[in-house]
Structures are given as C-alpha cells and as structure tokens.
C-alpha cells in the first residue's frame, strides 16, 4: 500500500499541536546528516558572554512584552 504525500499531510492535521511539533522536530532531525560536535560550545560561549553583558550594564534587556509589540 501506497501513502501519497498528501494523504500524510491530512492526517497529521488531525494530530494534536504537542504531536505535530513532534513530528516537526523529527523531521527536521532526520534532514541533519552530520552535527557539528563544536555547535554547544559555541552556543555556550555565546549565552555566556550575553550573560556578562548584562550583568555588567553593558546592554539592557527588553521584556518579550516590548518585543512583542514591536513585531506588530
């Protein structure tokens, strides 16, 4: 038996949004061939130095409210 692209799309319509994100992230997993081994590093030295940042009053903070209201 045969699935057809679209019969897949319709029934993962019927899925609930925490299963579709799921299915999503798989998804998109399964396209990565290779990992980076340096890319949690990387994330971790970016996270720390915006960390000092603002500890430092180098750069303030916005709440997700302001940033909300200026994608509108």
Same mark, same amino acid.
């Given at each position: 038996?045969? *699935? &057809?692209?679209? @019969?897949?799309?319709? *029934? &993962?319509?019927? /899925?609930? %949004?925490? =299963?579709?994100? !799921? !299915? %999503?992230?798989? !998804?998109?997993?399964? /396209?990565?061939? &290779? @990992? =980076?081994?340096? *890319?949690?590093?990387?994330?971790?030295? $970016?996270? #720390?130095?915006? /960390? #000092?940042? /603002?500890? &430092? +009053?180098? $750069?303030? +903070?916005?709440?997700?409210?302001?940033?909300?209201?200026? !994608?509108?």
């Amino acid at each position: 038996m045969s *699935v &057809t692209l679209e @019969q897949i799309i319709e *029934v &993962t319509k019927e /899925l609930s %949004a925490n =299963d579709r994100a !799921l !299915l %999503a992230h798989c !998804l998109i997993s399964s /396209l990565e061939k &290779t @990992q =980076d081994d340096d *890319v949690d590093a990387s994330w971790s030295q $970016v996270a #720390e130095q915006r /960390l #000092e940042e /603002l500890e &430092t +009053g180098k $750069v303030q +903070g916005i709440s997700w409210d302001e940033i909300k209201s200026k !994608l509108k």
